[in-house]
Structure formats: C-alpha cells, structure tokens
C-alpha cells in the first residue's frame, strides 16, 4: 500500500472582486485536468523506465 500524498497550495487574487461559482468551477476543472495530465504523463515515463 503506497502512501497518500498531501499537497497544499495558497491561491491570491490580484484584486478585491469576488470570484463567481462559473470561475471558481472553471478553475477547479482546469486545475483538475492539468494535475490528471501531470500523473499520467509521470506514470507512463515510470513506465518507459522500467
């Protein structure tokens, strides 16, 4: 069984305005696809590596 990784981030707006739930959900799903991104591409050279 392999451990969980925990990642933190802290996340600034450059201004005061109020972020809407389109931008936040927009945010949260690109942020998702590129970290998915990021994995797969990380498994697939563990891969090739072996």
Same mark, same amino acid.
């Given at each position: 069984?392999?451990?969980?990784? /925990?990642?933190?981030?802290?996340?600034?707006?450059?201004?005061?305005?109020?972020?809407?739930?389109?931008?936040? /959900?927009?945010?949260?799903?690109?942020?998702?696809?590129?970290?998915? &991104?990021?994995?797969?591409?990380?498994?697939?050279?563990? &891969?090739?590596?072996?």
């Amino acid at each position: 069984m392999s451990a969980v990784k /925990q990642i933190e981030l802290e996340l600034r707006k450059e201004d005061d305005g109020i972020l809407t739930p389109w931008e936040i /959900q927009d945010f949260i799903g690109t942020l998702a696809s590129n970290y998915y &991104k990021l994995d797969l591409i990380n498994e697939i050279s563990k &891969k090739i590596n072996m």
